[in-house]
């Protein structure tokens, strides 16, 4: 049986539409109502026929379904939840894909009695945004963390856990700060670097900007690609995961600055030998099949 019938989706960007998309491939019975609060957006969503209905308000949206995901940006989440509160119905699994998830957990206080509420994060995506950019294989064989608060119905987790595992994702469950840690080091600085690397490059006095995109090489090309993701919703992330977030780029710039010395005295054994541990890291991701944002489908939609 389906973990759910009725799945309403508001946020219709990147994830909101690949979830739908995803849906319609997994569980093709399920009825798709969305929302987006963006007009444009919920026209061009209507356009690629991504729902069985599109909502003008967020409340019509979820009045009768059993499984609510928001996929707004996290400093959206706050007036996702206000706008629809009164209109969810008892028994409803409230939950979210946001790249935070402390954040997320203490709006718990604004779900009604009645309603499950469930933080959620697939660690899945690209530097896209928008409604077009989403594919229905965006989650396959990715990992969809569960932030259950202490004392949540364990049916409704099993409920939610089933929903993503028939998206062909696989699923963890754990606490909501520790989740924020582990992002923090594996998605969170490493966009920060990318950010700050590229607004280093097209600073620069010396090198125009042309020459930084004339001779970009492999690296810094992939920096650009990373650094080119929505400045809202990274705004957002870094603004709610601040603690954790400047707690992991403290170790790392003591790490830098150790580095740092390693080339003034050259002291190529420091070097080679870090060099060597991080390249059994990425062997041992690649060997893991987490090489890419999306195995299945190659470079395509990156
Ligand atoms: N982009 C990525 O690779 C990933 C993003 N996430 C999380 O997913 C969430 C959505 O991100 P994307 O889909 O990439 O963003 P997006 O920018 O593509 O889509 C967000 C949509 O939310 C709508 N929106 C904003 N505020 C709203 C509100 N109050 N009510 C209704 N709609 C509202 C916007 O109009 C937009 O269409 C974020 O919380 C992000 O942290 C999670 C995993 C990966
Ligand atoms: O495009 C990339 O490299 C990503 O890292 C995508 C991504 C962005 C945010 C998330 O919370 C999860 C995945």
């Known amino acids: 049986m389906l973990p759910f019938s009725r799945v309403a989706i508001i946020g219709l960007g990147l994830i909101g539409s690949s979830l739908a998309r995803a849906v319609r491939l997994h569980m093709p019975t399920v009825r798709l109502v969305g929302y987006d609060g963006s007009a444009a957006v919920r026209a061009r969503v209507d356009e690629l026929d991504l729902l069985d209905d599109i909502a003008d308000t967020p409340g019509a949206a979820v009045i009768d379904a059993d499984l609510v995901v928001l996929c707004v940006p996290v400093g959206q989440m706050g007036a996702a939840i206000e706008e629809m509160r009164a209109d969810l119905p008892k028994g409803a699994i409230v939950s979210d894909v946001g790249s935070v998830k402390a954040s997320v957990a203490a709006l718990a206080g604004l779900i009604p009695e009645g309603v499950h509420f469930i933080p959620a994060h697939p660690v899945a995506g690209t530097e896209k945004s928008g409604p077009d950019a989403g594919f229905a294989e965006l989650f396959h064989q990715r990992w969809c963390i569960l932030t ?39 998605s969170h600085l490493p966009h920060l670097i990318a950010y700050s690397i590229v607004g280093t490059a097209s600073d620069l006095e010396g090198v125009t900007r042309s020459e930084v995109i004339k001779y970009s090489a492999g690296g810094f090309r992939d920096f650009t690609r990373i650094a080119a993701s929505d400045p809202q919703m990274w705004r957002d992330v870094f603004l709610a995961n601040k603690d954790a977030v400047l707690e992991i780029l403290q170790r790392f710039t003591e790490d830098l600055t150790a580095l740092q010395r390693a080339i003034r005295w050259g002291d190529g054994d420091t070097l080679f030998n870090l060099f060597t541990r991080t390249r059994d890291i990425r062997r041992t991701i690649i060997d893991a099949g987490q090489d890419t944002a999306a195995p299945d489908f190659g470079r395509d939609h990156r």
């Not at 259950?148 to 939610?160: Q, V």
């Not at 856990?161 to 080091?185: C, G, I, P």
Request: proline share 5%; charged share 30%.
């Open 148 to 186: 259950p608060l202490p004392g949540t119905d364990e049916t409704a987790i099993e409920r939610l856990a089933e929903f993503w595992k028939r998206l062909d994702s696989k699923v963890e469950t754990m606490d909501a700060q520790h989740h924020d840690l582990v992002l923090a080091v594996t």
